[in-house]
């Protein structure tokens, strides 16, 4: 697959970090006839795809790890018996909402 150029790249990133294509192509310092030729290059699609789905999985990565921690908070809370009693019975419920939602 042929390297994208440095305008190519600007525009790539900003498409990540923007809420339109008109904000990334100011973003990158093109224009937006550019911007959307861009979008028409199946090189230039392909390299944004895969860049998202990385984006993607890294921020999956994150999630599960956030996750576990919040499980442990909550297991932590919920057992324990210095807490108050509406403490518990709030990370008791937690637990079993986001059980529950993983079921259905």
């Given at each position: 697959?042929?390297?994208?150029?440095i305008?190519?790249?600007?525009f790539?990133?900003a498409?990540l970090?923007?809420?339109t294509?008109?904000?990334?192509?100011?973003?990158?310092?093109?224009?937006?006839?550019?911007?959307?030729?861009?979008?028409?290059?199946?090189a230039?699609v392909s390299?944004?795809?895969?860049?998202?789905?990385?984006?993607l999985?890294h921020?999956?990565?994150?999630?599960?790890?956030?996750?576990?921690?919040?499980v442990?908070?909550?297991?932590?809370?919920?057992?324990?018996?210095?807490?108050?009693?509406?403490?518990?019975?709030?990370?008791?419920?937690?637990?079993?909402?986001?059980?529950?939602?993983?079921?259905k």
């Amino acid at each position: 697959m042929p390297k994208l150029n440095i305008r190519q790249d600007r525009f790539l990133k900003a498409l990540l970090e923007s809420s339109t294509i008109d904000e990334a192509c100011t973003t990158a310092g093109i224009n937006r006839t550019t911007g959307y030729n861009y979008l028409k290059d199946p090189a230039f699609v392909s390299e944004y795809h895969a860049l998202k789905e990385k984006v993607l999985d890294h921020t999956t990565e994150c999630l599960k790890r956030a996750s576990e921690e919040a499980v442990a908070v909550l297991t932590e809370v919920m057992n324990d018996e210095k807490a108050s009693t509406q403490s518990r019975l709030k990370s008791a419920q937690n637990v079993l909402d986001v059980a529950c939602l993983n079921r259905k």
